[in-house]
């Protein structure tokens, strides 16, 4: 039997990272796969990555990972130039030497895992033709199956929700081990998940770790991300202190203040009077009550 831990969508959150690292001892993995994201969102993405690189783990790139090695090249969009918008984006480039840039820059889109003992599985992060698509829970299995419709391999690794996902679609089963550094269903852990693998299939099961938000927050405010990443960056310390998809921020924007420029009080009357809500993927409407 082959036995998997998958990590995906860290986020720069180290004592997250670390908190699931401890867990994961108690498991004899074969191998350990990260399904992208391991940076930005998080005041610890250099650290991160310079462990997750250490590790030597099998690791591919996430839609976040474009934000280091696209941004301000030829290949970026025209609105990643946006200086309040992307403000945590260029906070997030200076934290970045060359050597890791071109270390992250050489890292797959996609895995296509093959074991002795158990049958082949794909990993991508979005979907199998861009990391920015998403597989949510609530999709119906017609949906799920024009996005995996070139998939050969019967399984699949996702990750980009944020949400802990074992899906039947079609002849496709598709996992998503959620987020370790930045949990969105309103619960307040690191989530993971060990694989294990034989001739019958792949069998998840699904690892929820506490982590010391405390020390994510000193940290946003020390290494300068606070002062320097402004409404959006603000937008993200709410983000860890709800677990919640509050960037739906962007949209209540364009739609009940359009023009109105960013600033950090345009982020208060968001939190404080819109509901969130009708502006997120019904997906996440979950765990009301926590």
């Known amino acids: 039997m082959t036995k998997l831990a998958v990590l995906s969508d860290i986020h720069g959150n180290l004592p997250a990272f670390e908190a699931v690292l401890s867990d994961l001892k108690s498991f004899d993995v074969d191998h350990v796969i990260c399904a992208g994201d391991v940076i930005s969102f998080g005041p610890f993405s250099r650290q991160t990555a310079e462990r997750v690189i250490a590790e030597g783990w099998s690791v591919i790139r996430g839609n976040n990972e474009y934000f280091l090695v696209d941004f301000q090249t030829p290949r970026a969009p025209t609105e990643w130039n946006d200086p309040v918008r992307f403000a945590p984006t260029v906070w997030l480039n200076r934290q970045f030497d060359q050597r ?35 597989i949510y829970w609530t999709m ?16 699949a690794i996702c990750g980009h929700t944020h949400l802990p996902m074992d899906r039947q679609a079609g002849r496709w089963r598709i996992f998503n081990p ?8 309103g619960l307040f852990s690191a989530s993971y998940m060990i694989l294990e693998g ?25 290494s300068g991300y606070n002062k320097e990443s402004g409404p959006i960056g603000r937008l993200v310390t709410e983000v860890y202190r ?48 926590q």
């Open 140 to 155: 119906t299995d017609a949906e799920i199956e024009m996005l995996l419709c070139n998939v050969e391999a019967d399984y």
């Open 100 to 134: 890791l840039k071109t270390i992250m820059g050489a890292w797959p889109d996609t895995l296509n895992l093959r074991f002795r003992d158990a049958p082949p599985i794909q990993v991508f992060h979005g979907g199998p033709a861009s990391p920015w698509e998403a």
């Open 198 to 222: 034989n001739e019958a299939g792949w069998t998840p099961t699904f690892r929820r770790i506490p982590f010391d938000y405390d020390a994510v927050f000193d940290e946003f405010e020390t």
């Open 178 to 185: 959620g987020s370790v550094g930045v949990p969105l269903d």
């Open 242 to 289: 709800t677990a919640r998809p509050l960037f739906e921020f962007l949209r209540w924007h364009e739609i009940a203040r359009p023009g109105v420029p960013l600033a950090e009080a345009l982020v208060d009357e968001y939190l404080s009077n819109a509901n969130w809500w009708e502006f997120s993927h019904p997906a996440y409407h979950i765990n009301m009550n």
